[in-house]
């Protein structure tokens, strides 16, 4: 093998292909990433063509290679949004847009579901009280068979956006347990008498190989180079693991179009809300997502008639002297720790004078009361609050969100040096898999560091004591709104 070693990690994310070339010091050498179109067809409906996923890893592993000695690649790492899924012929191809996570539309299908689940089911399956919602692949495996049955009955395999990729790449028909829970239990294995709710389901399901299981080669290069490429898994892992959390006590920040927070607890806990992983290597892993962060940035910029950047510029002009404006950011529902595909957004609190840029920071602040309602929750799961969070993604770039987030949050900000903490720690997967490192921790002790500390404003505390008590009362308020029927 050439030297010195690289690692490549891929992140399929909600809005972009993002790829990183990695040393095994986790210096960036190269990266490169390319947004794709993100489809809204009807209310409640968000879809994606999987074929752009596959495109752009490609046109990725060429940029990042180019002019490079691809026989030093000793590994490729995936990882990937989830709940997002891809019904596939046995070809693998594409039987009609991936339906992703914001998508709702399954909805009853999952309220029909979850009906059927007992409490104690379901904490023998997950350890928590968890949720059937209507991101959940069973419930839209209900959706198709009942609305589209031709799809249904041609579908050979229902697949998440890393796992559709691996199949293209490598040939591999496989998927990972982690990024399967909710489908898993906590023995990280397929839950049967579940699966067995929706006919069919059990044989679209694939294959389950730990995240730094090496599954298949990818060729790279014109010299007939092949990598070794591992199982990966969800996004928010790989970002734990790019941001460098691997031990108990310890806790995560990810802004992208949502917003994703975790903490590493030594034991299981849980709380109504959360997502508690299994145990792997010790940690028991509290997470969840929200349902809108960077994309009411999108939102905001569309009904600004801006672009997203200047949203951020707007917002740093606001006038911060008279009464906040709230804003709930449920454009789509919210998931993590809510879990309710009706609630839906609002601005509370205009009058005459509230112009873009107040609206700007509304828009900001009220992505970060999301989060701040999700840690709470977490930290009730995990049994501890931490100290400071490791922070990353691409809402990370952004000063001002810094600052508002560790001033609403209470807590210092370490943001990573490479804010791509996906694409890092599925590059740290990948080295993992191949014995370069003998656990994920030694990898991310000698592969992660932190960029620059944001901490807590004081003087925004009484601010943002107050949203965080409207937002929440308002939220509940708000609640039945989401339910209500046209005509």
Avoid at 427 to 432: E, N, S, T
């Amino acid at each position: 093998m050439a030297d010195p070693r690289t690692f490549i990690g891929i992140d399929v994310g909600s809005t972009a292909i993002k790829a990183g070339l990695f040393t095994d010091g986790g210096t960036m050498l190269a990266h490169w990433s390319r947004r794709y179109p993100t489809q809204r067809p009807g209310p409640g409906l968000v879809e994606q063509d999987p074929r752009h996923w596959v495109d752009g890893i490609r046109d990725a592993l060429d940029h990042i290679l180019a002019g490079r000695d691809a026989a030093s690649v000793a590994a490729v790492g995936l990882c990937s949004q989830v709940n997002t899924d891809v019904f596939v012929d046995d070809a693998g191809q594409p039987l009609a847009p991936a339906i992703t996570w914001q998508d709702v539309r399954a909805a009853d299908e999952a309220a029909t579901l979850d009906a059927t689940i007992s409490a104690e089911e379901k904490q023998a399956w997950w350890g928590a009280p968890m949720p059937i919602g209507a991101s959940h692949v069973l419930a839209k495996m209900r959706w198709m068979a009942a609305h589209r049955p031709e799809v249904w009955a041609r579908t050979h395999h229902v697949l998440s956006p890393k796992d559709f990729c691996l199949l293209h790449l490598t040939g591999a028909v496989v998927a990972d347990p982690i990024a399967s829970f909710g489908q898993t239990g906590l023995d990280r294995r397929y839950i049967a008498p579940l699966i067995a709710k929706v006919a069919g389901a059990a044989e679209k399901l694939a294959p389950l190989q730990a995240f730094d299981t090496v599954v298949g080669e990818l060729p790279l290069g014109a010299g007939g180079h092949k990598a070794p490429v591992v199982a990966g898994t969800m996004d928010a892992w790989g970002s734990l693991f790019g941001c460098g959390v691997c031990r108990p006590g310890e806790g995560m920040y990810v802004s992208g179009t949502s917003e994703i927070l975790a903490l590493a607890a030594g034991r299981r806990i849980g709380a109504p809300g959360v997502v508690t992983f299994p145990e792997v290597g010790g940690l028991h892993v509290n997470a969840g997502p929200t349902q809108s962060g960077g994309d009411s940035l999108r939102w905001a910029a569309g009904i600004l008639r801006c672009e997203p950047l200047e949203v951020l510029a707007l917002a740093a002009k606001a006038d911060r002297s008279g009464v906040p404006i709230l804003y709930l950011p449920h454009l789509e529902g919210e998931r993590a720790p809510l879990w309710d595909a009706e609630l839906r957004g609002a601005f509370i609190g205009l009058d005459s004078r509230s112009g873009p840029a107040e609206i700007a920071l509304a828009v900001l602040e009220g992505v970060t009361l999301s989060a701040d309602m999700l840690l709470d929750a977490l930290v009730a799961a995990a049994g501890f609050r931490p100290t400071s969070l490791r922070y990353g993604g691409g809402g990370a770039h952004s000063d001002l969100c810094s600052q508002i987030r560790a001033a609403c949050l209470g807590l210092p900000l370490d943001r990573s040096a490479v804010s791509d903490a996906g694409c890092l720690g599925a590059a740290i997967m990948a080295a993992v898999g191949v014995k370069a490192f003998g656990t994920v921790a030694e990898a991310a002790d000698i592969m992660t560091s932190v960029e620059r500390t944001f901490v807590p404003d004081a003087n925004r505390r009484t601010r943002y004591d107050a949203l965080r008590e409207a937002y929440r009362g308002a939220t509940a308020a708000l609640r039945p709104f989401g339910r209500l029927r046209p005509g």
